[in-house]
């Protein structure tokens, strides 16, 4: 089983940055995507980043040129870094993961999320 843990949430001031990081443990065989998704109160949880294993990104409309998301594929790791932050990014910010595993003479799929981090953002 793998376990992902995001750490650095908070609460910051609108204009102002954070910076979110998330790594993967357990078991790991090789993990392809990384990315993050967000859930603000009453409302669907929504994609913000996403990134491969070799690299390429995508952005949500509302986050790209403001966040930049990028991993460390030697730890496992997954950043998130928020710049210009705005009260709409408030949120619980989820770390996601999947996975191609070979079992029983098969592949299979897997996708890893991680406990959520809070982001809030004060006007």
């Known amino acids: 089983q793998v376990q992902l843990v995001e750490s650095g949430g908070g609460l910051v001031q609108a204009g102002g940055s954070l910076r979110l990081s998330c790594a993967a443990s357990?078991?790991?065989?090789?993990?392809?995507?990384m990315g993050w998704y967000r859930q603000a109160p009453g409302k669907q949880r929504e994609s913000v980043a996403g990134?491969?294993?070799?690299?390429?990104?995508n952005y949500s409309a509302s986050v790209k040129g403001r966040f930049t998301i990028s991993r460390d594929n030697a730890l496992d790791t997954v950043y998130l870094q928020m710049n210009s932050l705005k009260p709409e990014d408030t949120a619980v910010y989820y770390c996601?993961?999947?996975?191609?595993?070979?079992?029983?003479?098969?592949?299979?799929?897997?996708?890893?999320w991680g406990q959520g981090t809070q982001v809030t953002v004060s006007s």
């Open positions: 990134i491969t294993r070799f690299g390429s990104t």
């Open positions: 357990g078991s790991i065989f090789s993990i392809n995507g």
């Open positions: 996601n993961a999947d996975e191609r595993r070979p079992a029983q003479g098969s592949w299979y799929d897997f996708v890893y």
